[in-house]
């Protein structure tokens, strides 16, 4: 056997075995969270979500990108609990609107995936929940795998912006800190890796790549340095750079882009750069199917971060607004 056909039978045996040991342990499932949650209040809610979802993607696709940030951003800061969504209010600014603007996308797609839910089942999906499903939506139409999504999230109360400065992580090339944010959440290296390819999706503004073009340049491809430097040479804050070549297609490109120092941003390569995460990036640019793979895994785990428990929280009416606000 050649070693190409060694390593990829040996990717097939760990793969095999990840899956037996996940079904063995009956999955990492939260107990209030299950498969067929809305099947006798809300039987179409998936059928309701895709719709929508890919009716807002024919028309622009680069919001598949969107959707999944979202859905990255409300899990990490107070669990999944659609706090993301929140408007700012008077005398509250919510998570949307922290000052270091987030430029976050997608909400009007949410606006219309809960319109059509309340036309279907008021009251009954939370926008949680159907935040998930968008984003495993919008993975899975922009050709990424596709992965069941347990249900039964509640929707939280508490969105403010100071919540996301730990929370969420930096661009930077700290990978200490990287796998701290992680970890606080409960995630580990692995997932963290896995995870990142996110970005196989979507763009990034200057600002967020301002240090990978001057503290952190020699890990920077000379071509993609020239072009990034003069993308962003005009001061507009408003330019912004693809993470890899397939922006809008969710596969393994990332990966080997930061085999080649194609990174966009410095949290990107340190991935490849550090020792405890360059054989995965590897490992992940040479078989897309075993980053697929992971990702499902990471996205089954990330999708789970501090739920509400039993009657805490509520089954928000529209996405933008707790229900007893007026
Ligand atoms: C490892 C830590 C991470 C860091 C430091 C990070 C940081 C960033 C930054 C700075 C941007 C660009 C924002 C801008 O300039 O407009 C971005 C965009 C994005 N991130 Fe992450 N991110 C991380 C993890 C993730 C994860 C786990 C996901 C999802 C699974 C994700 C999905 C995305 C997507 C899809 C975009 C593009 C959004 C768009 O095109 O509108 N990121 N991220
Ligand atoms: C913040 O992000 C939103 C959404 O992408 C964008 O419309 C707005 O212009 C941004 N504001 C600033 C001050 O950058
Ligand atoms: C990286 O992050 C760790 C953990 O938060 C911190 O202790 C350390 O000082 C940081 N290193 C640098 C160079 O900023």
């Keep these: 056997m050649s070693r190409g056909a060694q390593m990829k039978s040996f990717v097939r045996v760990l793969i095999l075995v990840q899956v037996a040991a996940a079904l063995l342990a009956g999955g990492p499932v939260a107990a209030e969270l299950s498969m067929g949650y809305y099947g006798m209040t809300c039987p179409f809610a998936e059928y309701i979500v895709r719709n929508v979802v890919s009716e807002a993607l024919a028309k622009d696709p680069t919001?598949?990108?969107?959707?999944?940030?979202?859905?990255f951003h409300d899990c990490f800061v107070q669990g999944c609990d659609a706090s993301v969504l929140l408007d700012s209010t008077d005398g509250n600014t919510a998570e949307k609107d922290a000052p270091a603007n987030l430029s976050l996308r997608g909400f009007?797609?949410?606006?219309?995936?809960k319109e059509a839910l309340e036309a279907?089942?008021?009251?009954?999906?939370?926008?949680?929940d159907a935040l998930a499903l968008a984003a495993r939506d919008a993975v899975f139409m922009a050709r990424g795998p596709y992965y069941g999504v347990p249900l039964g999230r509640r929707d939280g109360t508490r969105s403010v912006a100071s919540d996301t400065?730990?929370?969420?992580?930096p661009p930077l090339k700290?990978?200490?800190l990287l796998i701290q944010i992680f970890d606080n959440v409960g995630l580990d290296v692995h997932d963290l890796v896995a995870l990142s390819g996110g970005h196989t999706l979507g763009v990034a503004h200057c600002a967020s790549f301002k240090d990978r073009l001057q503290a952190d340049a020699e890990t920077l491809d000379s071509s993609l340095a020239k072009s990034l430097g003069s993308a962003c040479g005009g001061g507009d804050s408003g330019t912004t750079a693809p993470f890899d070549r397939t922006s809008t297609r969710f596969d393994?490109?990332?990966?080997?882009?930061l085999t080649s120092r194609r990174g966009l941003l410095s949290s990107d390569q340190t991935l490849f750069e550090s020792p405890?995460?360059?054989?995965?990036?590897s490992m992940f640019a040479m078989y897309p199917d075993y980053?697929?793979?992971s990702f499902q895994q990471g996205m089954y785990k990330m999708g789970q971060i501090n739920l509400k428990e039993g009657d805490e929280g509520e089954i928000r009416k529209t996405c933008r607004v707790i229900n007893d606000s007026s």
Excluded at 63 to 71: D, E, S, T, V
Excluded at 252 to 257: A, D
């Design 276 to 281: 405890e995460t360059k054989e995965i990036v």
């Design 291 to 293: 980053f697929f793979y």
């Design 165 to 169: 400065f730990l929370a969420l992580p």
């Design 120 to 128: 279907w089942c008021p009251g009954v999906v939370s926008c949680a």
């Design 174 to 176: 700290n990978l200490t």
């Design 108 to 113: 009007e797609v949410m606006d219309a995936v």
């Design 252 to 257: 393994g490109v990332y990966y080997k882009e």
């Design 63 to 71: 919001l598949a990108a969107g959707l999944l940030r979202l859905h």
